[in-house]
């Protein structure tokens, strides 16, 4: 019955503040969910100051709320088949060479750098960490979210060519950079002697080559299934099957479930669309996942906004997150920058690019729950309140200000059915 509650008052508030937003702010329904989630929680920090008695029961609602169990296992396949489904995999193809190189190199080089200026900049606020526990912080916060990324692109109207590279790096980054993070926790946990390269590298077949042929192999099997029959109902779940039923099973044999569902929605949503369904199926999947996308992007949202009930963010932490800021971005235009530069000689990238890539690459709710993640016997707290503080920067300050950001530099929205390189 707590489950059901704790679900009943996120889904009211969800309502609640989307009507709100929609009727009066007008924002992107992300961006909007969380400002009025922030600051009913700013509200409720100070209500909760002066004594009123209910606030201490919200508080202890939120607090009860497995934020990493409730996103990572739960939401996040859903909302990344939902995003998969609708990309074009053609263009997708086009674009390989530089979706792989910032999806693998670029979070790759962004944990490293991020790791590293940390490290030296954490003793100057009198709190030295170890190099692994900095590292591990690069991990978290170098992926781009895909949630957040999808959900605010559909409003800044930025040219195809260059929002399939934001989109394609954001579905499969989360999954690399789970990887990465898992080795750095399986490194800072048992020692860099016992967890040597060749573990290292073992973990990472299994984890994402792993995870990318399983999302093939049931990518296919539904293909299959949805090509051989014409009934809307049980096509529309079975693809709710794949979801679940090939996320715990990635779970089972220890390989990505993010990647799995990825690679899977990729080729339901090219083959399966194209070859495997009729119009009318075609029309209530969509319906039925874009709904689903919808109303978990509420839920997520506002439980983003909703942890400033619980999270205890010192002004030493602030001072802190607002120099993480600072790195992050510069490690962001480094990341992009690089793997772009190498690719020179088949595409060709110009400023603009480079800046909507480096300002487009949003934290989000992946970077919290990993965040949450960390054992006590870390310095969690620290590591949470930093987080935190970022993610929130990069959805509302990058995200309202994308929009504008792809108008200033004089990018336009290609036609339908043109491509233009930018």
């Known amino acids: ?80 088949f939902a995003g998969a489904i609708h990309v074009d995999v053609r263009q997708l193809g086009a674009q390989r060479l530089p979706v792989a190189a910032l999806a693998t190199g670029g979070t790759l080089l962004s944990t490293g750098l991020v790791g590293v200026a940390m490290y030296y900049l954490l003793p100057l606020f009198g ?24 959900g605010i692109l559909k409003k800044a109207r930025i040219p195809k060519s260059l929002e399939i590279k934001i989109v394609g790096e954001s579905l499969f980054n989360d999954g690399i950079a789970v990887v990465v993070f898992v080795s750095l926790y399986q490194i800072a946990v048992v020692g860099a002697d016992e967890a040597g390269p060749a573990s290292i590298g073992l973990l990472f077949l299994r984890e994402a080559v792993g995870g990318m042929v399983l999302g093939a192999i049931l990518g296919y099997v539904a293909f299959w299934a949805l090509r051989s029959i014409d009934h809307y109902q049980v096509e529309v779940l079975i693809t709710l099957a794949l979801v679940m039923g090939g996320t715990a099973l990635a779970t089972a044999l220890h390989t990505s479930g993010p990647l799995a569902i990825v690679v899977a929605g990729l080729i ?20 039925f996942w874009e709904l689903l996308d919808e109303v978990l992007n ?22 802190i997150g607002g120099v993480a800021i600072i790195v992050v971005l510069l490690a962001r235009l480094i990341a992009v920058a690089i793997p772009l530069g190498l690719l020179r000689y088949r595409y060709h990238f110009d400023r603009a690019t480079l800046r909507i890539l480096t300002w487009g690459g949003l934290r989000g709710g992946i970077s919290v729950a990993l965040a949450l993640s960390l054992p006590s016997t870390m310095p969690r707290d620290q590591i949470v309140g930093v987080t935190y503080i970022v993610v929130i920067f990069s959805i509302l300050v990058q995200g309202l200000t994308i929009g504008p950001l792809v108008k200033r530099l004089g990018l336009r929205t290609v036609t339908e059915g043109v491509t233009t390189e930018h």
Not at 18 to 47: D, K
Request: charged content about 10%; hydrophobic content about 55%; aromatic content about 8%.
């Open 268 to 287: 339901v949503g090219d083959k399966g669309r194209s070859l495997g369904m009729s119009d009318v199926t075609r029309e209530y999947l969509d319906k």
């Open 1 to 80: 019955m707590e489950i059901y509650n704790t679900l009943t008052v996120l889904l009211v508030v969800a309502a609640v503040f989307g009507y709100v937003n929609y009727r009066f702010l007008r924002l992107p329904s992300t961006i909007g969910l969380m400002i009025l989630s922030l600051v009913s929680s700013l509200v409720a920090v100070g209500l909760g100051r002066l004594g009123v008695p209910w606030i201490v029961t919200v508080s202890q609602l939120v607090r009860n709320i497995d934020f990493n169990q409730v996103l990572m296992q739960v939401m996040l396949s859903f909302l990344l």
């Open 127 to 150: 709190i030295p960490t170890p190099l692994i526990h900095c590292l591990l912080f690069g991990a978290l916060i170098s992926p781009t979210d895909p949630i957040a990324v999808l």
């Open 298 to 319: 509420a839920i997520l949202f506002v439980l983003i906004g909703l942890e400033m009930l619980v999270l205890d963010i010192s002004n030493t932490t602030l001072l």
